[in-house]
Structures are given as C-alpha cells and as structure tokens.
C-alpha cells in the first residue's frame, strides 16, 4: 500500500476526514453520538467521518437507521468501508469483505486462486478482471487454457470448488475418452425443426447440421399460428427448445394476436391517450403493466392492464348471464 493509502486508512480509523485542517485534540473535542449501547465491536468499526449526520443522538441496537462502518483487519491493509443498518450489525452481521460476500484484494479470485485466474481470458471477459470477483462467485465468465488455448464457459466457483479445468486438456491426458456428441438436429429431427427460420439463420451462419439437442447456442425459429397473419420470430437454443413453444403464442411476448388493441378494442380506445408511453399494440392484454385510462364516464384513473381486462370480461360475462335470466319463463300474476 502507497504512504497515501496509509494516511487515508488512519485518517479513516481516527474518523478524521482533514488531518491537515483538524488536530487530534481538536478532533477529540468534537461531538460525536452516544455509542454505549452497541457491541465493543460495532463502536470500534463506526465510520465517524460519513456517520456525521448522527449528531449527538444516542445509537440504540434495534435502530433501522443506516451507518457506515470501517473494519481493519484486512491482510492487506485496504480499509474495508460498508453502510448496514444499526440492527442487523447488532443481531452479529459483520465485515462482508472478510466474510467474502464483497470483493477485496485480499480474498479475490487472483489472490485465493492464482492459478484459476491464469485461464482468464481478458478479451472475451471484456471489462472484467480476476480481481473483480472472489472465489465463490455464481459468475460465468469466459476462459482460455494457456496451454492448448481451448476456450470455455464456467462458472467461477465451479472452477474452484470442483477443480474443473480445461476439458481438452483433460482428454489428451488420457484421463477421459472424449464426450459422446449427441446427433444433430436434422438427424434427431425434433418436432420443433419445422419452426426453423430459414433465412435467418442462414445469413447468421447457424446450420441445423451444426446444432444438437443439448447446445446452448441460439437460433431463430418462426411460428406461422398468428391469427394476424404477423409472423413469430425468436432467439432460443435447441435446449430451451425442448421444454418451450412460440413465446408469443404462450402470451410471454406481445404480437398483433394478443395485445390489448386486438383482444379488447373498446378498452384499447381508453388507453390510447398522451399520458402512456405504451400504446395498446404494444402491450398485452394480460400483463401487468400500470397505464393510464380515461373515459368520460370514469374520468382518469390509473389501473394494471391484467386487472382492467379482467374487470371487462367480468362485466360481458354478469352480463349475459343477467339477459339470459331476463329472457327466462315468468310466472304471470293472476
């Protein structure tokens, strides 16, 4: 660490934000709030220089109030500083840094697992380095062998934890037999292949020869069940396809068959008005979305497109329940 650093990590721990401007005795002569009533601990970790709008108030433990807090014990003398409410570091949450759910140079994936990060591949992995994730991170990232430079995904605590290396490696050790492809798609013939885009893909260079039914690279696929005559087109894998349909036909994205203007044109007139960004071909008729209604019976009033369709189908249905019992035989008076 730089004498700066240094500076900065004793100015940090004395609270003092100007050493230049504020003289120790000054500094113990400046009003600060009541920590008797936290933890040893919790009063040597308060950050005096960002808690200041504390004033001189007592701190009790069950306060929900956020504060900032120094820890010094990392290894490598870099000040950890966290906000965390008063009552969750007094029911004994403690130091994230040291706890590695936050990153720190002391316990990052370069400094616990040197040799893992050599595989790192900078290009791919672009703006991101070792040094940003610790050794138990969920993470995917790209890797390189500096060996045979085979490239792969992984996540990185799997890289660590499992020890898992470069499979190609692996394979000319004579350790494994390679990994038994599985046939392709125009072999397999799933029943999703009909759906297969067949401009899109070939200008994309995606060819069903190349892709399985476990490969994880996206295709595009078309659906011709619009009742709009609107095309479906999408990205997914030959894996997500196996478990999923047309997004659109299944109501997830919107199209012309299934927006709030073609299921319910008569509340699509209340919501096409200047204070919603969305129209109502852009929305569907069963999503969540909060818009803006007006009608000259109701005014303005804001409502969730889902809620809006139901009430309106609820509506035609007591509806016509009500004409059909109107229309029924009557009793006539005598």
């Keep these: 660490m730089h004498a700066a650093d240094r500076s900065s990590f004793a100015d940090a721990k004395s609270g003092s934000a100007n050493p230049t401007l504020v003289t120790g005795h000054q500094h113990s002569q400046q009003q600060r709030p009541?920590?008797?009533?936290?933890?040893?601990?919790?009063?040597?970790?308060?950050?005096?220089?960002?808690?200041?709008?504390?004033?001189?108030?007592?701190?009790?433990p069950q306060s929900n109030r956020k504060a900032y807090w120094l820890c010094d014990k990392c290894p490598d003398s870099i000040p950890h500083i966290w906000e965390a409410s008063i009552k969750k570091r007094?029911?004994?949450?403690?130091?994230?840094?040291?706890?590695?759910?936050?990153?720190?140079?002391?316990?990052?994936?370069?400094?616990?697992?040197?040799?893992?990060?050599?595989?790192?591949?900078?290009?791919?992995?672009?703006?991101?380095?070792?040094?940003?994730?610790?050794?138990?991170?969920?993470?995917?990232?790209?890797?390189?062998?500096?060996?045979?430079?085979?490239?792969?995904?992984?996540?990185?605590?799997?890289?660590?934890?499992?020890?898992?290396g470069c499979h190609m490696c692996y394979v000319a050790s004579g350790q494994?037999?390679?990994?038994?492809?599985?046939?392709?798609?125009?072999?397999?013939?799933?029943?999703?292949?009909?759906?297969?885009?067949?401009t899109l893909n070939e200008e994309a260079g995606i060819e069903a020869d190349e892709l399985t039914l476990g490969s994880q690279k996206e295709a595009y696929w078309l659906c011709k069940n619009c009742f709009e005559g609107v095309p479906h087109v999408w990205k997914a894998s030959p894996k997500t396809r196996r478990h999923s349909g047309c997004p659109f036909c299944a109501h997830r994205r919107v199209c012309a068959c299934n927006s709030l203007r073609s299921k319910f044109p008569e509340l699509a007139a209340e919501m096409d008005n200047a204070d919603n960004v969305l129209t109502s071909a852009q929305v569907m008729s069963v999503s969540n979305?909060?818009?803006?209604?007006?009608?000259?019976?109701r005014g303005t009033w804001t409502q969730e497109v889902r809620n809006r369709t139901q009430d309106a189908a609820h509506g035609i249905l007591r509806y016509a329940l009500r004409a059909k019992s109107n229309t029924g035989p009557r009793d006539e008076c005598t």
């Design 289 to 297: 979305v909060k818009v803006n209604w007006k009608s000259p019976e």
């Design 176 to 198: 494994q037999k390679p990994r038994r492809r599985l046939p392709s798609l125009t072999a397999s013939k799933p029943a999703f292949l009909h759906q297969w885009h067949p």
């Design 34 to 60: 009541d920590l008797g009533l936290l933890r040893e601990e919790m009063q040597h970790q308060w950050f005096h220089s960002m808690n200041k709008s504390f004033g001189t108030m007592q701190i009790k």
């Design 90 to 164: 007094s029911v004994g949450s403690g130091c994230p840094y040291c706890a590695s759910r936050l990153v720190c140079k002391h316990n990052s994936l370069a400094t616990k697992a040197p040799v893992v990060a050599m595989a790192w591949d900078y290009i791919k992995n672009t703006g991101r380095i070792p040094e940003h994730y610790h050794q138990f991170s969920n993470a995917i990232a790209h890797w390189k062998c500096w060996q045979c430079s085979h490239e792969w995904q992984a996540r990185i605590k799997d890289r660590v934890q499992k020890k898992s």
